[in-house]
Nanobody
Framework: QVQLVESGGGLVQAGGSLRLSCAAS????????MGWYRQAPGKQREFVAR???????YYVASVKGRFTISRDNAKNTVYLQMSSLKPEDTAVYYC???????????????WGQGTQVTVSS
């Protein structure tokens, strides 16, 4: 059974930092790229960052230079280091296994339960 469990969310002031973790069980981690998505109140879920099995990364423009995604294959864990946080980063953050077909990347059906990040101004 595949499980993705996020942790590390919380309340932080603008300009602060948080590190999110997503621990994966099962074979999904070693076989897939992993990614982070977020959903703010009243908005659609959006892509934040992804990391391939080989360590290549990609970020949405709004977080580039502030967020860093990484993975520890020995621990089956993917991280999202968030710095210089802004109030507009407030959202529920989800990790997901990502499927790649050629140049097309999309989230699989495997998602975590989400962790709340709140950035106060």
């Amino acid at each position: 059974q595949v499980q993705l469990v996020e942790s590390g969310g919380g309340l932080v002031q603008a300009g602060g930092s948080l590190r999110l973790s997503c621990a994966a069980s099962g074979s999904i981690f070693s076989m897939n790229a992993m990614g982070w998505y977020r959903q703010a109140p009243g908005k659609q879920r959006e892509f934040v960052a992804r990391i391939s099995t080989g360590g290549s990364t990609y970020y949405v423009a709004s977080v580039k230079g502030r967020f860093t995604i990484s993975r520890d294959n020995a621990k089956n864990t993917v991280y999202l280091q968030m710095s210089s946080l802004k109030p507009e980063d407030t959202a529920v953050y989800y990790c997901a296994a990502i499927v790649q077909h050629g140049s097309i990347w999309y989230p699989s059906s495997y998602w975590g339960q989400g962790t709340q990040v709140t950035v106060s101004s």
